[in-house]
């Protein structure tokens, strides 16, 4: 079956660094997926990850481990702004554009 | 600037009425692709358009209907919409690696 893992909550300090977990299971794997979604907007893209290891992208970077079934999201530096629910999603390659998503992440930066 | 966009962006309609919720891109890309977005059930895929005349269902298919007969329009078509499908629609075009969602519709069935 298909199961995408990711914490429903996190809390952390504005300055500080927070790594948020993504497990998956699918029935096919062609490329991981991070988006950021503020309160009542629309997701937008953050980080694509179809190899293992670490994409860096400014203060976020997005690790892929394909054998483990696991990714993670690191924001580094946390600003306020950075509040907001992070989606993990998987597109699964016997399906070319079929793509699955976790329930997400509600992150909440405090002062 | 690259844009999806969705109409109507807000709409409330009764059981049983036809309605289509449209969606356009001018970024000239091939994937094109449906979702809705329930509290405690996260972002389910409807609908999935590779190119032109080719579409395939996602996860929820069921009660929703699609067309792709130009590359830049992918509408979303409720033949008789039930309250069950009470929910905030996104549609989403892009690349291999990446999506740009549009600005999402609110729709409600009573």
């Known amino acids: 079956g298909q199961n995408i893992d990711q914490p429903t909550e996190m809390t952390a300090t504005e300055g500080a660094i927070v790594q948020i977990n993504c497990t998956y299971q699918?029935?096919?794997?062609?490329?991981l997926f991070w988006y950021q979604q503020h309160a009542g907007e629309a997701p937008t893209f953050l980080s694509y990850?179809?190899?293992?290891g670490l994409e860096e992208k400014g203060r976020f970077s997005s690790f892929l481990s394909r054998s483990k079934g696991y990714s993670y999201l690191l924001l580094k530096e946390l600003q306020m702004k950075d509040s907001a629910s992070y989606l993990c999603?998987?597109?699964?390659?016997?399906?070319?554009?079929?793509?699955?998503f976790g329930q997400g992440t509600e992150l909440s930066v405090k002062p | 600037e690259a844009q999806v966009t969705q109409n109507p962006r807000y709409l409330i309609t009764v059981t049983g009425k036809k309605l289509t919720v449209t969606c356009s891109q001018n970024?000239?890309?091939?994937?094109m692709s449906w979702y809705r977005q329930d509290p405690g059930l996260g972002l389910r895929q409807i609908y999935y358009?590779?190119?032109?005349?080719?579409?395939d269902k996602g996860d929820v298919p069921e009660g929703y209907k699609v067309s792709r007969k130009e590359k830049r329009n992918f509408p979303l078509i409720l033949e008789s919409p039930s309250p069950n499908q009470t929910s905030l629609y996104f549609c989403?075009?892009?690349?291999?690696?990446?999506?740009?969602f549009g600005p999402g519709t609110r729709l409600t069935v009573t």
């Open positions: 989403a075009a892009g690349g291999l690696g990446e999506q740009y």
């Open positions: 990850n179809v190899l293992d």
């Open positions: 999603a998987v597109r699964e390659n016997n399906q070319g554009g079929k793509l699955i």
């Open positions: 699918t029935s096919g794997f062609n490329g």
């Open positions: 970024m000239n890309h091939e994937y």
């Open positions: 358009s590779m190119n032109v005349e080719v579409t």
